[in-house]
């Protein structure tokens, strides 16, 4: 079955630090992977996606993402945290075999302290 | 262009009455999923459809839940005699296509409440 594993429920950092958001996936054949970040009461945003190509996908607000097919993982990145990123963010695999639905992490919930 | 609408934003409804949530796509996609997102969990699918078909409903609960896109419309997911455990967050989203190409775009949600 495919699957997507965000091992930590909440990632604390300083602004101006670098995070990582972790996510790992397990699917046959190839992933197409994506970031979704949730404010409160929102909606989910698309941040970024990897589909083919660059092991390191740029996305919004400064966010990348770095695809590993060893490690199978697809960690989120940012070199410069800020207090606004502080939010719900989601890793998702898209489940090739049913219909393109997308199967979601549990989610992590970042806070970017000042 | 206006986004993925839902309406209504937060639905309050007792046990025992039905649940309609109403999602329109952005203008153009004719794609669309359902998914629902319990309290600190994350989004589980419920159904896939085009216009006036359904594609896939794996994720329905067999009884309740019902869902349609007609050809004219918004898309609605609709719940029947609501329970407490139906409490949850509703999201729709749209794609321009089914291509896995294409990534989905999310509606803002509907929250629905049994008390």
């Known amino acids: 079955a495919q699957s997507v594993a965000q091992p930590e429920d909440q990632v604390n950092v300083a602004e101006g630090n670098p995070l990582t958001v972790k996510c790992t996936y397990s699917?046959?054949?190839?992933?197409?992977l994506f970031w979704y970040v949730q404010y409160p009461n929102r909606g989910l945003q698309f941040l970024l996606k990897?589909?083919?190509?660059?092991?390191l996908v740029k996305g919004s607000y400064g966010f990348e993402a770095e695809f590993n097919k060893s490690q199978t993982s697809f960690h989120l990145k940012k070199p410069s945290a800020l207090v606004s990123d502080s939010a719900l963010y989601f890793c998702?695999?898209?489940?090739?075999?049913?219909?393109?639905?997308?199967?979601f992490g549990t989610g992590t919930r970042l806070q970017v302290f000042p | 262009n206006a986004g993925v609408m839902q309406n209504p934003r937060h639905l309050v409804r007792r046990r025992g009455q039905e649940a309609r949530l109403r999602c329109s796509p952005v203008?153009?996609?004719?794609?669309v999923y359902w998914y629902r997102q319990l309290p600190e969990e994350g989004l589980k699918f419920m159904v896939y459809?085009?216009?006036?078909?359904?594609?896939?409903e794996s994720g329905m609960p067999k009884e309740r839940f019902s869902a349609e896109f007609p050809k004219e419309g918004p898309s609605i997911l609709r719940i029947q005699q609501v329970v407490r455990g139906d409490s949850a967050a509703y999201f729709c989203?749209?794609?321009?296509?089914?291509?896995?190409?294409?990534?989905?775009?999310f509606g803002p949600g509907t929250r629905l409440t049994v008390l």
């Open positions: 990897y589909i083919t190509g660059d092991n």
């Open positions: 998702a695999v898209r489940d090739m075999k049913n219909t393109d639905k997308l199967i």
């Open positions: 459809l085009q216009k006036e078909n359904i594609i896939d």
């Open positions: 203008k153009g996609h004719s794609h």
């Open positions: 699917v046959s054949g190839n992933p197409y």
């Open positions: 989203a749209s794609s321009l296509q089914g291509s896995s190409y294409n990534e989905q775009f």
